[in-house]
């Protein structure tokens, strides 16, 4: 069983940075099983990827519409996964979950294939 608590959320103004952390609870050497990822949904869209990191080896890869602006970083000791957001924009603007699963679950970008979600952190991002 694993538990996710997201926290960091909050209202920037554009340009600004936001800094989100997803709590992964759950024995350390389960930890290293699992991809954990961040996901967005704003209001009448689809959930999307954002960001995902492989546990075990620290391999990340991004959307193509946040990289270069946000990093994805874990802390395996404290199963402690953080997304660095930087130079928001109004279109970052979203609930953010934490998500994770066994890499075999499926696809790493599609929400579908994880078992385990956060309660989500609103961004707020403003012009």
């Known amino acids: 069983q694993v538990q996710l608590v997201e926290s960091g959320g909050g209202s920037v103004q554009a340009g600004g940075s936001l800094r989100l952390s997803c709590a992964v609870s759950?024995?350390?050497?389960?930890?290293?099983?699992?991809?954990v990822a961040w996901f967005r949904q704003s209001l009448g869209t689809e959930r999307e990827e954002v960001a995902v990191?492989?546990?075990?080896?620290?391999?990340?890869s991004y959307a193509a519409s946040v990289k270069g602006r946000f990093t994805l970083s874990q802390d395996s000791a404290k199963k402690t996964v953080t997304l660095q957001m930087n130079s928001l924009k109004p279109e970052d603007a979203a609930m953010y979950y934490c998500?994770?699963?066994?890499?075999?679950?499926?696809?790493?970008?599609?929400?579908?294939?994880?078992?385990?979600w956060g309660q989500g952190t609103q961004v707020t991002v403003s012009s």
């Open positions: 998500a994770a699963q066994r890499p075999s679950s499926g696809p790493w970008t599609e929400p579908a294939s994880y078992n385990y």
């Open positions: 759950t024995e350390y050497a389960y930890y290293t099983m699992y991809v």
């Open positions: 990191v492989y546990a075990a080896t620290g391999t990340t």
